[in-house]
């Protein structure tokens, strides 16, 4: 099986892609850090790991994209686990806009080519994307975060009745995780924070399994179940409990 990890080079995207690695199968890796792809493929046995420095936000990131599947000779399997994530309670313009760059935009541009790849060519695919709990209930603390995981996980939603509409043999995956110890919260105490390489294994599961939606992990999905609950007005009341923390967001 072919498998392509778009967002690489460090966290989650970076255990997923060497659990694949280990499983014996051919594996492409991008991300922005060169230097840390080749590092994956020197530690991979030769010839099983396929790097391509890419930035998602750059206009050229599909047809990137699409080199790196003609070398691999196809593409079965791609997860995009590109992301970016900032507080941000000062509401920074460029803040926000660099997270909408690449949490929405760098993954239409990615998750457009590979659909119309997959359902034009009639071969099977299967498109994983990882989201967030935050995309369940908005975060004030990270307003462009929890807007572009919320984003993904409703277009990742019409893909999959797209690919009705079109005939094809798409299946799609929506992952959204608790907090994972990645760089994104490197430094900070939050609470049920699970291991990236936990993380991982769930992950490569819940796509073996072809899950539509899996929130990772159960202590999260509990939790998730709970949020769904509590009433908009309730929830933006509760931001009040944040005020004597908002500087340290």
Same mark, same amino acid.
């Given at each position: 099986?072919?498998?392509?990890?778009?967002?690489?080079?460090?966290?989650?995207?970076?255990?997923?892609?060497?659990?694949?690695?280990?499983?014996?199968?051919?594996?492409?890796?991008?991300?922005?850090?060169?230097? #840390?792809?080749?590092?994956? *493929? @020197?530690?991979?046995?030769? /010839?099983?790991?396929?790097?391509? =420095?890419?930035?998602? &936000?750059?206009?050229?990131?599909?047809?990137?994209?699409?080199?790196?599947?003609?070398?691999?000779?196809?593409?079965?399997?791609?997860?995009?686990?590109?992301?970016?994530?900032?507080?941000?309670?000062?509401l920074e313009p460029t803040l926000e806009l660099g997270q909408?760059?690449?949490?929405?935009?760098?993954?239409?541009?990615?998750?457009?080519? #590979?659909?119309?790849?997959? *359902? @034009?060519?009639?071969?099977? /695919?299967?498109?994983?994307?990882? =989201?967030?709990?935050? &995309?369940?209930?908005?975060?004030?603390?990270?307003?462009?975060?929890?807007?572009?995981?919320?984003?993904?996980?409703?277009?990742?939603?019409?893909?999959?009745?797209?690919?009705?509409?079109?005939?094809?043999?798409?299946?799609?995956?929506?992952?959204?995780?608790?907090?994972?110890?990645?760089?994104?919260?490197?430094?900070?105490?939050?609470?049920?924070?699970?291991?990236?390489?936990?993380?991982?294994?769930?992950?490569?599961?819940?796509?073996?399994?072809?899950?539509?939606?899996?929130?990772?992990?159960?202590?999260?999905?509990?939790?998730g179940v709970l949020m769904r609950l509590i009433p908009s007005?309730?929830?933006?009341?509760?931001?009040?409990?944040?005020?004597?923390?908002?500087?340290?967001?």
């Open positions: 099986m072919n498998v392509i990890v778009i967002g690489a080079t460090s966290g989650i995207g970076r255990a997923v892609a060497e659990i694949y690695v280990r499983n014996g199968h051919k594996v492409g890796v991008t991300g922005r850090r060169e230097n #840390l792809l080749r590092e994956i *493929a @020197g530690q991979a046995p030769e /010839g099983t790991v396929y790097p391509k =420095s890419f930035d998602v &936000s750059g206009d050229d990131a599909a047809q990137r994209l699409a080199e790196l599947v003609e070398v691999m000779g196809g593409v079965d399997v791609c997860l995009y686990s590109s992301g970016y994530g900032h507080t941000n309670t000062a909408i760059d690449v949490n929405a935009k760098g993954f239409v541009r990615c998750a457009a080519w #590979l659909f119309n790849y997959w *359902a @034009g060519s009639g071969r099977r /695919g299967h498109l994983a994307v990882i =989201s967030s709990v935050a &995309s369940i209930l908005p975060l004030g603390v990270c307003p462009a975060y929890s807007a572009t995981k919320k984003f993904e996980a409703f277009y990742a939603q019409t893909l999959r009745q797209l690919a009705v509409i079109r005939g094809a043999d798409i299946r799609i995956t929506v992952i959204k995780p608790g907090f994972v110890d990645t760089d994104f919260i490197q430094g900070r105490h939050f609470p049920m924070t699970i291991h990236r390489e936990n993380a991982a294994a769930m992950i490569v599961r819940a796509i073996r399994r072809g899950r539509k939606t899996v929130v990772i992990d159960r202590r999260w999905a509990a939790l007005p309730l929830w933006n009341w509760g931001g009040r409990f944040f005020r004597p923390y908002k500087d340290m967001f």
